[in-house]
């Protein structure tokens, strides 16, 4: 069956431009994770959504970044204004529910450079 | 706050080799335990889950371990191959919250022919 899906793979913005990334969830499942990953590093944790609900924003690095998912599926991450420190790998990952019991499916990322 | 570290940060080995990679974390804590597999320009692939119940998965070639009360864990790869060549990331599931994964930078792994 289909992954997770992300576009666009690749983005190059000017400095100061928006961005907007997309995640598309394996279908049904309830829960979608953000995850940053810089150069030579682990990804770490952006923001959780349980269906429509964000229930966890707390690894958003500044309020220059804004995640959505409307309508319990896809889901966008907004980046406002970028800067050269927001380069890096933009990881998606869905689980069919919360809960530590449930394995998170990776997507392939969106890798964001800055010049 | 949770910090997972892996040694080494870098492993070349032959073909056929068994090899282990190792994997701490500093808040015992943990729900659970999962090893990923990392291709270049790819995601990441789980390749095994340990909750924190458990004492070790297996899965092929692929042997996990977890001994939570010294805040480690090691991947087992028997019989090595070119193919097995990727980045590997530890990550843990702790604190306060249940679904927030904590990773390690990884190792990465090159097995030459």
């Known amino acids: 069956g289909a992954g997770v899906s992300q576009s666009p793979r690749y983005k190059v913005a000017k400095r100061g431009q928006d961005v907007a990334l997309r995640c598309d969830p394996i279908?049904?499942?309830?829960?979608l994770f953000w995850y940053q990953q810089a150069l030579g590093q682990g990804p770490e944790f952006l923001t959780y959504f349980q269906n429509e609900a964000q229930l966890d924003k707390s690894g958003l690095p500044s309020d220059r970044f804004f995640a959505e998912r409307p309508e319990g599926s896809v889901s966008t991450l907004k980046i406002q204004r970028t800067q050269q420190e927001d380069s890096a790998v933009y990881l998606c990952?869905?689980?069919?529910?919360?809960?530590?019991?449930?394995?998170?499916?990776f997507g392939p990322g969106t890798r964001l450079t800055v010049t | 706050k949770q910090e997972v570290t892996q040694i080494p940060a870098a492993l070349s080995v032959p073909e056929g080799e068994n090899l282990v990679l190792n994997c701490s974390f500093t808040?015992?804590?943990?729900?659970?335990l999962q090893w990923f597999r990392q291709d270049p320009g790819k995601g990441l692939t789980s390749l095994l889950l340990i909750q924190s119940s458990q004492r070790e998965q297996t899965s092929g070639r692929l042997n996990a371990s977890l001994d939570k009360s010294s805040g480690r864990s090691t991947l087992y790869i028997a019989a090595s191959q070119p193919g097995d060549s990727a980045t590997y990331l530890c990550?843990?599931?702790?604190?306060?919250?249940?679904?927030?994964?904590?990773f390690g930078k990884g190792t990465l792994l090159t097995v030459n022919p």
């Open positions: 808040d015992s804590a943990i729900y659970n």
């Open positions: 279908s049904g499942h309830v829960s």
């Open positions: 990952a869905s689980s069919i529910t919360s809960g530590s019991s449930y394995e998170q499916y």
């Open positions: 990550a843990v599931i702790s604190g306060g919250s249940n679904y927030k994964l904590t």
